[in-house]
């Protein structure tokens, strides 16, 4: 019996003799850390496609505020980095997968420095280092409160250097075209021309990124619905941990701005969180306080503001002075007091939102699929380095150390078999019906229903609803005709949300960042393993 759900192959017709073509050795698509930094680790002999929903420069990985998490500090060590990185994955992280992470930090972080990131030094010219919850060690590089941006930034201007290396901006990839599970390229959607064009390749690198707008509030760009993942579910890979997704406990909570991250580094700088009534309650839910991971943060603010009846909580710093908080939080100062909040001597109102999935296109060390030629990295791959809850700053490193790792896999197979030019023939259509439904509406709705009941807190009678309205979604638009972006991106989200509520009903335990309350503990016996969700084609 085949598994997984009924879906056409492709979410839309073409005919492959009758659009553009274009051949690259390798593409890439999605312009985040992992994408420019993979692109940059093939040898410049071979031709290179970015391709990018939006322009170059629009990413989750450019909004990233603490940091990258390395042991260089001469207190610390790639061991105990492990063990803070098991601890927070909660008992699900894919041990040699997070060694390989711990191990090879530091190579790229040189690699970084070279092509000339600018991390915050001390005064003798060392590195600072940062702390971050669930982290036993100061370990996090930082550049200011904008690590993402100085690191992308200095990455894009090394990539626009290199001849090799074409940017295709507002290109996006509708689906992965396979032969025999093997890959042949991207079948894309010129935004600007409103048109098809398939471009020709045995590797394809996804790195889109993560699936933020599933949910109301997220920290995540509005680029972040997920594509990646889902052209390669339809492609037969295989998804993993989807169930896992991890809210930020601090974003800001103001009417004019839901979505700014108040980095997780306030809180290491000593930051404490009352509730509404001005009560610090941290110390009540785990002995790290403010410090603990994440996935138990976000729990005790959800739990706080429900006891209290409010829609948020406070961070408070205001034990640091301005200059200091100027300096070391340029950004969140500036912004926070843009809203007229001034963190010097208020406390910042904030709440949990959506941050990052911790699952995505199983991979192994290599970035391997399963489909011959389709490597997936960052955040839309799920390694299993971060278990059921990530580490904080472990997903920049992540990008850059298995984005290295497929960068020399894929030289390997490019040398091996040389530059090999080809077409393809194909002619898909499947039996479409006009539209009927508006995608921003549905996507809204899908916005809501995944909030508030494939949220922090979860139960079986929630998830039965939101499967049901989501299910209902699912058979409306599956053999719709997509024509517009907004189109294609609602197939996706509604696929996504479909295949996370399903994961988060089967797994029938509470465990890192997804919790139950109808089986509030922890169950190793039954439940120590991963849920894989894969289409047989
Ligand atoms: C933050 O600055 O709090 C985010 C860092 C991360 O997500 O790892």
Request: with cysteine; charged share 30%.
């Amino acid at each position: 019996m085949k598994e997984g759900l009924l879906l056409n192959r492709y979410i839309a017709d073409f005919n492959s003799d009758e659009i553009e073509k274009e051949y690259h050795d390798v593409l890439v698509i999605g312009s985040g850390i992992a994408g420019v930094y993979t692109a940059l680790e093939i040898p410049e002999e071979y031709d290179i496609a970015i391709l990018t929903k939006e322009t170059i420069e629009i990413s989750n990985s450019v909004l990233a505020q603490g940091g990258i998490a390395v042991s260089l500090d001469k207190e610390d060590s790639p061991e105990l980095h492990f063990k803070d990185t098991l601890y927070a994955g909660a008992g699900l992280c894919d041990e040699e997968s997070v060694w390989v992470l711990v191990n090879e930090a530091a190579d790229n972080i040189e690699k970084l420095l070279e092509y000339g990131v600018n991390f915050d030094r001390k005064k003798q010219g060392e590195l600072a280092f940062g702390r971050e919850a669930a982290h036993s060690k100061n370990r996090i590089i930082h550049a200011g409160d904008t690590t993402g941006k100085e690191v992308c930034d200095k990455l894009i201007s090394v990539v626009r250097t290199r001849n090799n290396i074409k940017i295709k901006e507002r290109t996006f990839a509708i689906d992965l075209i396979t032969e025999d599970n093997k890959c042949k390229g991207i079948l894309a959607y010129d935004e600007d021309t409103a048109s098809k064009k398939l471009y020709l390749s045995n590797v394809v690198i996804c790195a889109t990124g993560g699936f933020g707008q599933l949910y109301s509030r997220t920290t995540n760009p509005e680029v972040a619905t997920g594509d990646g993942i889902c052209l390669a579910y339809r492609a037969g890979a295989r998804l993993m941990d989807l169930e896992f997704i991890q809210f930020h406990p601090t974003v800001l909570y103001h009417p004019l701005n839901k979505s700014f991250l108040i980095s997780e580094a306030v809180r290491g700088e000593g930051a404490i969180l009352r509730n509404i009534h001005g009560k610090r309650f941290m110390p009540e839910y785990h002995e790290l306080c403010e410090l603990a991971p994440r996935d138990v943060v976000s729990r005790a603010i959800f739990q706080e503001m429900k006891k209290t009846g409010a829609t948020n909580v406070f961070l408070d710093i205001t034990f640091k002075d301005k200059e200091y908080l100027e300096n070391r939080f340029p950004n969140i100062y500036k912004t926070c007091l843009s809203y007229g909040i001034d963190m010097a001597k208020d406390y910042i109102p904030v709440a949990p939102a959506e941050h990052y999935c911790m699952g995505g296109i199983r991979t192994d060390a290599f970035g391997r699929t399963g489909i011959e030629g389709f490597y997936a990295c960052g955040e839309t791959a799920c390694t299993g380095i971060h278990g059921a809850n990530r580490l904080a700053s472990n997903s920049l490193l992540e990008g850059l150390v298995f984005g290295r790792k497929i960068g020399q896999e894929v030289s390997k197979i490019l040398k091996d078999s040389g530059k090999r030019k080809f077409d393809i023939s194909i002619k898909y259509s499947a039996n479409r019906s006009e539209a009927t439904v508006n995608a921003d509406e549905v996507i809204r709705h899908i916005q809501k229903i995944m909030t508030e009941h494939v949220g922090i807190v979860r139960n079986r009678e929630g998830l039965l609803l939101a499967k049901q309205e989501v299910g209902n979604y699912f058979d409306l638009i599956k053999n719709m005709k997509n024509s517009t972006l907004r189109d294609y991106e609602m197939q996706n989200i509604v696929l996504l949300a479909t295949l996370i509520i399903e994961s988060a009903l089967e797994r029938e335990e509470s465990r890192g960042a997804h919790y139950r309350t109808d089986f509030n503990k922890t169950d190793d016996v039954n439940w120590k393993r991963n849920i894989i969700k894969k289409l047989e084609i």
